[in-house]
């Protein structure tokens, strides 16, 4: 048999989850969002996703942009870095998937 208090933090657990797929972004998704926009102008594609649960301390960026055209993909996570270096102090993790665009 379950405890009360368990179930009911399974449940609050669970329904965070609910929550988080039927909301839309995340405010650290937003803010990230916003900063990346500002500093790539160019980008064809952008995807920030919070992927640890919501809590804000890890995210997984997608961006392609003509701004990476002739850099190594090295130096193209720098920028990523460079626009985000305030964000990334309060940040655990931080993946980081860069393109240039094929068309």
Known sequence: MISVSRF???????????????????????????ILKEKFPLASSLKVVDISGGCGAMYEIHIESNEFKGKRTIQQHQLVNQA?????????????FTDVPKH
């Open 8 to 34: 009911l933090r399974i449940n609050q657990v669970l329904s965070g989850q609910v929550l988080r797929c039927m909301s839309s972004q995340t405010d650290g998704e937003v803010r990230i969002t916003h």
């Open 84 to 96: 985000l270096k305030d964000e990334i102090q309060g940040m655990h993790g931080l993946r980081i």
